[in-house]
């Protein structure tokens, strides 16, 4: 059962040396008498929020628990039941849910497993836009951020998992839709591919500011904040008045030991409402979200762009690579197919 480790604990940007794939000895059984699953898993999610994982923390100070150097990672993963001693699970049903980065994983208690019911898409959208990035997607934009028909809307890592479908989202809602992303290659997915109105690469442009005046002329009444940094700086700038923006994370603060200064006092002036949230909350309003998205992606209305790195050895670069921006839409590690 070959799993990837946490070797050390990080400092700055993560490193594949900061993570080791490792012959684990996991026994291939569920403890008698117990409610127990042992999973094959099949997709391994990479999402940015595990860099902040590898760090140590004080117990209050993340919102979840760390990675501990010389144990597995976690996170959610697309898997298949082998054996079961739960009277819900038998072998063969496929379910999405935190598992270890690992071949299989023993989940001692999998009430926190969801049931695939959309089998007629790629397994791997479970980690992805019928999954946790997906709900994030639709959490953050209509129940944190209120956004309505006409409203201008920008967002960050605009090509990313959770970015490309806000985009759709919003668009389907009748808004007008800019996002940024950090390649040229991005940045022409988002308006041939996702039907965004406008998008820059924010890597290329001198002046962020600029950039946001050129695209959103009469302003920004949504913010989806994905990045943080001087792009929010730019952003607030370019608020309209009682704007609102849903923060959903800030990957560009990750591997920072100090964030960077950003001007908050804009938020006064302009009565502009600015929300943290964590998908979490919204984890009941995901089965309504789960057909909403599943019948969006039937009809053609919402597409999805998907990364995938090969075999379980491919799992710390493709991590790694995120912040480096060398994924192309959501980033999933194909451990087996079956
Ligand atoms: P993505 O698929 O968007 O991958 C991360 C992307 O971030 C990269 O591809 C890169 O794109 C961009 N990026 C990396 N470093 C920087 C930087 N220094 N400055 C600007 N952009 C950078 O990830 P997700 O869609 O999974 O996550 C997007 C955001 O949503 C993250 O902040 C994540 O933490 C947050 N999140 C929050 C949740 C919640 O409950 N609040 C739940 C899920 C995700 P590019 O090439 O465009 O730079």
Redesign the pocket.
Known sequence: NRQVILKRYVNGCPTVDDMEVVAGAVRLAVPPGSAAVLVKNLYLSC???MRTRMTRHSETSNFVPDYVPGKVLDNCSVCKVVLSGHPDFKPGDLLWGVTGWEEYSLIPNPVFCHRINHQEFPLSYYTGVLG??GL?AYA?LFEVAKAKKGESVFV????????QIVGQLAKLTGCYVVG????DQ?VNLLKTKFGFDDAFN??KELDLNAALKRCLPHGIDVYFE??G?A?LDAVLRNMRHRGRIAV?????Q??LERPDGVDLFQLVGKHIRME?????EYAGDYSRFEEEMARYLKEGKVVCVEDVAEGIEAAPAALVG??????V???VVAVARE
Not at 156 to 163: E, L, P, R
Not at 180 to 183: D, V
Not at 248 to 252: A, D, T
Not at 322 to 327: E, I, K, M, S, V
């Open positions: 999402d940015p929020y946790v990035p994030t953050g960050s890592a605009a090509a990313g998992a959770v970015g940024s992303a950090g390649s991005k924010y890597k994905n990045v940094g792009m959903c994370g800030q990957v560009s990750y591997n943290g949230f964590l998908v979490s995120l912040f480096a921006g060398r994924n839409g959501k980033q």
